[in-house]
């Protein structure tokens, strides 16, 4: 283990530094990594944020993002940015099969391991833990990292906080669930008086989809629609031929699931879809039922209480149906 002053002492001098993220990065696990970055660079380390795969294209605008290398891209060259990482930061996620073959690379690194995190049941991997399940985004807790554990805030530059304050938006529905509290306000205002643009941000991730995502988004709204009333749940399911028919890239079929919670009386939304390699589900629910317990329990998965995901190694038909099958076990929360 390292306390904290340790680590303060190690960050005293320049380092060599991996910052990663999980799978499939979102706006929380990209903001809070380049966040970091902008930090750590500013400070003399060396820095290099991996991702374990490619993310979407409305968070290529975020500063320093030209210096990400994408793991399944560039296998050898993360391999040895990670071998020779002094301190490995993994941000937004808390269990290394969450980044595939790069989880591997990192449990055998010699490196230290800092977890800056907010999912519920962290594995022990790590060497020095910033967790609390109640932050809204990894990206709160990485500016609580900066300003009151390494007490720097006079270093929070315009593109710190832009990033920041991508992560805190983004994973905190634009400001709208449960989880920003007073306190996420506070420190949104503290990011936009040290230059994050609210408003551009806002537009540069939510109004910048490409066509064929809005086209695609009226076919599910239109065609794959199913709402069960009996169990106030709304599901869209996505075919690997639709993804094709549309071109859909990365990205693109993020926020869909929350048109079905939109729906008055759902309490909980599922998206389907047929991936190449598996099926992916995206469950959203309201107030406090679980949607998280249902992607751990049935679909090798986890999240957030509101926000959760899991796969299925079944067909998608299968999937679905089995899906539907389970609701009966979660009636009384559903129909409350
Ligand atoms: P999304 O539905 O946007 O893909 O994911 C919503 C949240 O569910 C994520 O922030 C993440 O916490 C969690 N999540 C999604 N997929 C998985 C998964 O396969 N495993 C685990 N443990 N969590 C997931
Ligand atoms: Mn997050």
Redesign the pocket.
Known sequence: MLSLSELKSLLATPQKIVITT???P?G?AMGSSLGLYAYLIQKGHHVQVITPTDYPYFLHWLPNNSDVIIYTDEKEKAAQYVAEAAIIFCL??N?LS?INELGELIRGSEGYKVMIDH?LDPEDFDDYRHWNINACAAAQLVYDFIVNQLEDPGLMTKDIATCLYTGIMT?SGSFRFPSATSEVYRIAADLIDAGAEHWRIHQLVYDNATENRLRFLGHCLTNKLEIIREFNTAIITVTAEELKHYNIVTGDT?GI?NYALSINGIRLAA?IIERTDRV?????STGDFPA?EI??KY??????RN?????SEQSLTETVAFFKSILAEYKTQLLQ
């Open positions: 999980h799978h499939k979102d929380d937004d996620f269990t969450r999912h994973d993020e699931v998206f992916k589900l995206s469950l959203r998280n992607c751990k679909f090798n998965g986890g999240g957030h926000a959760a995901g899991g796969a």
